[in-house]
C-alpha cells in the first residue's frame, strides 16, 4: 500500500501559479504510474494530467494543456503538477493517485491522497 500526501494548494487570482506536490510513503519501490485528479462541486472527479513510472510519457485533459505540467522525481518518491494561467474553472480539491499505467478513470487507479484545495478568484 503507498500513502499518498497532497501539499501546494491555496488562494490565488485568476492568471496566477501553483505548484502542487505529491508526496509517497509506503510501497514506493514499486514502479506506478501517477495521475492527478480533480472535484469541484459535483460527485466526479476530472482526470486532469497523468504521468509514467520513467517521466517519459505524460497525458493530459485538454482543458489544461499548455497551462498544465506534470512531472516527478523518483528520488524523492514525488509528484508535481505545475499550474500556470490558473482560472476560474480550475477552483477544485485535487487529489494524486497511484496507477499500474497511464489512465484517465478513476477506477484504474488504486491509492488516493485525501486532496489538496485549489481557489482561483476572478
Known sequence: QVQLVESGGGLVQAGGSLRLSCAASGRTSSRYAMGWFRQASGPER?????????GGSTRYVDSVKGRFTISRDNAKNTVYLQMNSLKPEDTAVYYCAT?????????????WGQGTQVTVSS
Open 46 to 54: 476530472e482526470f486532469v494530467a497523468a504521468i509514467s513510472w520513467s
Open 99 to 111: 496507477s499500474n499505467f497511464i489512465a484517465a478513470k478513476t477506477h484504474q487507479y488504486e491509492s
